[in-house]
Structures are given as C-alpha cells and as structure tokens.
C-alpha cells in the first residue's frame, strides 16, 4: 500500500532570500533572473551590488578587485573577444564596458553575462565617452577625432565627432 505524501509549502521571506541572492557572485545572480519577476528586479537593481571594480593593469588584461572578500587581491577577468594589441582606453556605465583597443577599434562589453558587441573596427580616434540615455533607453558613445584638412594652404588640424547608438547600430556626425 502506497503512502500518499503531504504536500507542504514552505514560505521564506524575502529579506533572507535578497540577502542571499546579494551575496551570489554576478555570473549566479544572473542565472537566477530567470526564476521570478522579484528575483528578475533584484538581479537587475544590483549589477556589481558587491562593491566590484574594474580596472585595467596592462595592455592586455582587464581585472576585477572585490572588497567584500576576505583578502583583497586582483583577478584578471575572462576576456571573450580577442584583445591582440594594447588596451587604450576603459569606459564603463551600468556594468556595461566600453574597451578600445589600439588596433580593435571599440567594444560594448557586459562582464556579467560575458557578450560583447564590437562597434567599430577603427582606433583612429583617441578620445570618446559612453553612456546611458535614459530618455531613450539607448546606450551611446561620442567619438573624437582630429586629421589634417588636406585643402588648406598649410597643415591645419580640423577635429570631428560622431555619435554611436546601440539601438539603431550606426553613427552619425
């Protein structure tokens, strides 16, 4: 004869949950987005909740320092993408990074979930910025470049910039 099992529900409280999906290292929180919608809101109001910061020490390398850990040390983070040449510069806005690489051109990069998106293969200019545009819900980066005008009678130096939109995948001047 077959015992029927009683079936029992076990409630947690959230603030012992939150506590500890808080304590999940990022890879884990994300994976846990998918559970429920509370769980989807608190992953995403906590990219890098552990005090996490990104830094970059050589050409070719890019490392994280976590604070909250025991002993502080740094730890070179998976790079997805092929990084040959030298890191110029390092962005970064809502756990997003944007890499530019001497001969790579410019990379949207999310650590958390390690996807990237290369978004031009051109280092020519030097300088640029990366943000969030809140009023359009648009990741965007403003590029800076300087040339020499070719029709002036003597060498002058003429500057230029362009803007990136994730959400159309083009620039315009």
Known sequence: MKRKKKKRNFHIPDDIIFNILRRLPPKSLARCKCVCKSWQSFANQH??????LIIFSSN???????????EIKAVDLDI??????????????NGLLCILTERGG????????????RVSSTSKYKTFGFWYDQSTANYKIVRFMSFLDPNSERPL???????????SNSYWS
């Not at 993408?81 to 806005?93: E, H, T, Y």
């Not at 410019?106 to 998106?117: F, Q, S």
Request: proline residues 6%; charged residues 25%; aromatic residues 12%.
């Open 47 to 52: 990219k890098y909740h552990n005090q996490k």
């Open 60 to 70: 070719k390398s890019i490392q994280s320092i976590d604070f909250e850990a025991d």
């Open 80 to 93: 997805p993408f092929m990084v040959s040449n030298p890191i110029l510069r390092i962005a970064s806005s």
């Open 106 to 117: 410019l990379v949207i990069w999310n650590p958390l979930i390690g996807r990237y998106k």
């Open 157 to 167: 130096k003429r500057y230029s910039a362009e803007i990136y939109s994730q959400k």
